[in-house]
C-alpha cells in the first residue's frame, strides 16, 4: 500500500504484482522463445530476430503486469494491466469481502467471469458485490484495503470526504 499518486491526503492506492512464480514461469516461457528465434536466426538469417524481438516486447508487459486499487473519497478505481480500469462508487456497492485466491487457471488481466469482471493478476483477491455484477480484483492486502474502505462505506456523505454519493441502503452487506 502507498500513498495515493494524487495530492488528495484520502486517496490510498494498492498495487499487486503478478506473483513471482507466474512471473518465473511466464519469463522462461519468454527466454525459451528467444532462444528458439536465435537458434532459427543461425538458420534463416537475421530477420526472424524481429519476431524475437516483437515477443519479447509482448512478454515483457506481461511479465510486469500489476493490478492498482485506488481508494478515494467517493469511489474505488480499479485499473490492471495499466488499461483496462473500472470506477466502483461506493453508493453501488453492497457487499465487499475478501475473494479467491486466483492464479494462471482463472486467467490475468480483464477478465469476464460468470458472476461479473476480473481485474486479475494472481494471488489473493477482493469481491466487490455491486447492484448489478461483482467485480473480482487482485488484492496482495485484502485486510489492509477492507479496513480502509469500511469507513467509507458506513459513513453518511455529510461525514465522507468532499461531495459524496449516499452509503450504501440500510441493511445491505458491508
Do not use: N, W
Not at 509482448?58 to 469511489?75: D, F, K
Not at 468532499?162 to 445491505?172: F, K, L
Request: proline share 9%; with cysteine.
Amino acid at each position: 500500500m502507498t500513498s495515493g499518486d494524487d495530492t488528495d491526503t484520502a486517496t490510498l492506492t494498492f498495487r499487486t504484482r503478478i506473483p513471482t512464480r507466474y512471473r518465473l514461469i511466464l519469463g522462461l516461457l519468454g527466454l525459451a522463445v528467444l532462444a528458439g528465434t536465435a537458434a532459427a536466426a543461425a538458420e534463416a538469417g537475421p530477420g526472424i530476430l524481429l519476431t524475437g524481438l516483437f515477443v519479447a516486447a509482448i512478454m515483457a508487459p506481461i511479465v510486469m503486469m500489476q493490478a492498482r486499487i485506488r481508494v478515494g473519497p467517493q469511489s474505488i478505481h480499479i485499473r490492471v494491466a495499466g488499461i483496462f480500469s473500472t470506477e466502483v462508487p461506493y453508493r453501488e456497492i453492497t457487499a465487499i469481502s475478501a475473494g479467491p485466491v486466483t492464479g494462471l487457471r482463472e486467467g490475468m488481466g480483464l477478465r469476464i467471469l460468470p458472476d461479473g469482471t476480473g481485474y486479475l493478476v494472481g494471488g489473493p483477491s477482493i469481491r466487490i458485490g455491486c447492484r448489478h455484477a461483482d467485480v473480482l480484483v487482485s488484492c496482495s492486502e485484502p485486510d489492509r484495503l477492507l479496513t480502509a474502505v469500511a469507513p467509507l462505506l458506513s459513513a453518511g456523505p455529510a461525514r465522507r470526504p468532499g461531495r459524496g454519493a449516499p452509503p450504501p441502503a440500510a441493511g445491505t452487506k458491508v
